[in-house]
């Protein structure tokens, strides 16, 4: 129950509230752990400065997944012309702005997500919290009153990243989108450019792409999806630049300007012929710029000082139940989950984390957190699954090393699904164990294709029993049984 006022251990406050527990940044991690946390009988404090859910369901996985999945639709239906006969389709942006104003983000109105929070027992703040000691917040409401909190069992910080402002001379001031725009997007550019070929750029190019934008992607390094095994990111260059996208690789973004509606870029193309003829740049114009190269963790206004972390850091060090750390210590009544962890920025690995700390502040035994078959899925058309280590991860981390790759084009489904079954399997063995520690399932339902990958590296399924199994035919995921068949020392 929350108990207010009461004696204070922060003697510059008058009022300190005593509550239970204290959620600053309600996150998917957050919120669901807030929730179980006050089903649990804990009186409990959730405090977020914006929307209570986090970035996934208003900038995030939701509206980008709305847009993936129409996008999806318009090249299905320019396929069918090989498959079944002309489709008619006069690519529209309203219904996935719509979708996404209406169906995902209630106009980016968190509504329903406080009162299922309210509903469940908490108390939520719209402010901004702020540790200011062991067990002890402050939270700035938006009329710029503080209030103060005592939390008997500690607090749990959930603040998520922002989009990255890159340090492009030009750039800021200039009405260039991140994520945050691009979802709330109610037209389409004629031309766009992305900057980022990670997970967010590539499928937001593809979509703008689909919708009829011309659309170049600046990559800094090598290859697109630089987290992922690289014939994977090699493949989606290859899918795009067939689908008349432009992929800059070991391409630098150097200057913007903006005026009359259009963006100019200076790109550094790597191509440097060490003289002053320009040669070694580029200049492109484009009526928007879409920045997705990377994050900043939210960790420099929380206060972090005030338990003995660092503010500047990236990550706050966790042990295996969530708790914070300082020189492998944990920090008593602190608890963390979600991208600031560094265990891998991705909505089920915020929420899986949240129900590891949900038990430890409940007192509950269960399973440590265990980061080995991390998943994720990259949602362009083709789908990129991947889980655990890619081969260059495993063998960094000194195993012998066994690989098996296979295209998902060549394999019967693949053949019967005709166009737009660009995929492979990749799968990567540890071969000391005789067990898979990573893969790539890249295609059709890619991500689907992975769960049972997933599983494989999870449970330490032995290869000779993922070999003897029945697969059936003739599905994307029988191409498993092919990779397995191809394991190969490298
Ligand atoms: C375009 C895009 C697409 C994505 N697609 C996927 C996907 O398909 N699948 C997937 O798994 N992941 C996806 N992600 C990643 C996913 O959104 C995040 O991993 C997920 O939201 C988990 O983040 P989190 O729990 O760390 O917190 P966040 O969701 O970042 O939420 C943190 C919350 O803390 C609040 N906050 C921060 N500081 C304070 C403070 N001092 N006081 C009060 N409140 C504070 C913020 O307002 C925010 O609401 C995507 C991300 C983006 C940007």
Redesign the pocket.
């Known amino acids: 129950m929350v108990s207010t006022p009461s004696s204070s251990p922060d003697p510059q406050h008058q009022d300190v509230t005593e509550v239970d527990l204290v959620v ?7 919120e669901a752990l807030a929730s179980g946390a006050a089903a649990g009988g804990l009186s409990v404090v959730v ?19 709305m847009m993936v999945r129409a996008a999806d639709a318009l090249a299905e239906a320019s396929r069918a012309g090989t498959l079944a006969g002309d489709v008619a389709v006069t690519p529209s942006w309203t219904p996935v702005a719509t979708r996404i104003r209406d169906e995902a983000t209630t106009d980016w109105d968190d509504d329903i997500a406080v009162r299922r929070l309210e509903d469940a027992g908490a108390t939520v ?1 719209h ?4 540790l200011t000691g062991p067990r002890a917040v402050e ?1 700035t409401l938006p009329d710029g009153s503080v209030m103060a909190y005592a939390a008997r069992v500690g607090v749990v ?7 990255a402002e890159l340090p492009v001379a030009g750039l800021a001031g200039t009405p260039y989108w ?3 725009e ?2 709330q997007a109610t037209g389409v550019p004629a031309t766009l450019v992305v900057v980022g070929g990670g ?2 750029g590539c ?2 190019a593809q979509v703008f792409a689909r919708f009829g934008a011309r659309v170049t992607i600046l990559q800094h390094g090598p290859r697109l999806l630089p987290g992922d095994e690289p014939e994977a990111g090699e493949m989606l260059a290859d899918v795009l630049a067939s689908e008349g996208l432009r992929v800059m690789t070991g391409a630098d973004l150097r200057e913007v300007a903006h005026a009359d509606g259009t963006f100019t870029l200076t790109v550094d193309t790597g191509n440097d012929t060490g003289d002053d003829t320009g040669e070694g740049t580029e200049t492109l114009h484009a009526d928007q710029l879409l920045v ?1 190269a990377g ?1 900043t963790p ?2 420099d ?3 972090l000082e005030a338990v003995g972390l660092d503010p500047a850091s990236r990550t706050i060090e966790v042990d295996e139940r969530m708790r914070a750390t300082v020189d492998g210590e944990p920090v008593e009544g602190l608890w963390v ?5 560094g265990k ?8 899986y ?2 129900g590891v700390a949900l038990r430890d502040v409940l007192g509950q035994d269960g399973p440590a957190a265990a980061y080995h078959a991390v998943p ?4 362009t058309d083709p789908e990129v699954g991947g889980v655990g280590m890619t081969v260059r991860q495993a063998k960094d981390a000194g195993l012998r090393v066994r690989v098996g790759r296979t295209a998902t084009e060549t394999s019967s489904r693949g053949f019967t699904h005709g166009p737009g079954a660009r995929g492979l399997i990749t799968v990567v063995e540890d071969a000391d164990r005789g067990v898979l520690v990573g893969a790539t399932a890249a295609g059709p339902g890619g991500g689907e294709v992975l769960g049972l990958l997933a599983l494989a590296v999870h449970a330490a399924v032995p290869v000779d029993t993922l070999r003897t199994m029945i697969y059936a035919y003739p599905t994307f995921h029988r191409a498993i049984e092919t990779a397995l068949g191809e394991l190969a020392e490298e």
């Open positions: 600053v940044g309600a996150g998917p991690g957050g405090v977020d400065r914006h929307l209570v859910g986090g970035e996934c369901p208003y900038y995030g996985c939701i509206p980008s997944k703040h402010g901004v919290g702020r939270v910080l959930n603040p998520g990243t922002r989009p991140t994520n945050r691009a979802v997970p967010i499928e937001m997705a994050r939210n960790l206004d929380l206060g989950v979600g991208d600031v962890t891998g920025a991705f909505t089920h690995v915020s929420m984390q949240s994720h899925t990259t949602f």
